[in-house]
């Protein structure tokens, strides 16, 4: 079981006040709220689970930063869902973007080799017993040759 972390960042400069709508002068609407001015974005989390926490922040140059947590990962092959509405008024009004995130587990084997070493290895998924013949890959591709 793991904790999934990651933060996503809304970029100032989005959806405008009304969001594309026709805002009648004096109307009651994101315009009038404190904050709610230049494009800020509300989320709304839908989760089933309960095992997702978001939370978020303003950053200093303007955006707004998502921070997502997804509790308990289960071992491979696990997988949790959850959906992230994002609107354009504290309302909840003026949808602005769904976004459906899947969250799975993956395999890792560890391969430890000298400088020049091949390291031939056998890995099998859980749960068959059939041999996989796989790639490896690192974050540096020399590392790799």
């Known amino acids: ?6 933060c996503v960042r809304l970029l100032p400069g989005g959806a405008a006040t009304g ?3 026709p805002v009648a002068p004096g109307a009651l609407g994101p315009a009038h709220v404190a904050g709610a001015s230049g494009g800020r974005k509300y989320v709304h989390l839908v989760d089933h689970g309960g095992r997702v926490v978001v939370e978020w922040r303003e950053s200093a140059d303007g955006a707004q930063e998502i921070l997502i947590k997804y509790w308990k990962l289960g071992a491979f092959p696990s997988m949790g ?3 992230l509405l994002i609107f354009d008024d504290p309302w909840r009004c003026c949808l602005s973007e769904i976004w459906h995130v899947i969250v799975a587990s993956r395999l890792r084997k560890d391969v430890q080799a000298k400088l020049g070493q091949a390291s ?3 890995f099998t998924v859980p749960g068959d017993n059939h041999l996989r013949h796989v790639r490896a890959y690192a974050s540096n591709e020399l590392e790799t040759r």
Not at 1 to 6: A, L, N, Q, T
């Open 81 to 83: 869902d959850f959906y």
């Open 19 to 21: 969001a594309g709508y």
């Open 1 to 6: 079981d793991s904790i999934v972390k990651r």
């Open 120 to 122: 031939p290895i056998e």
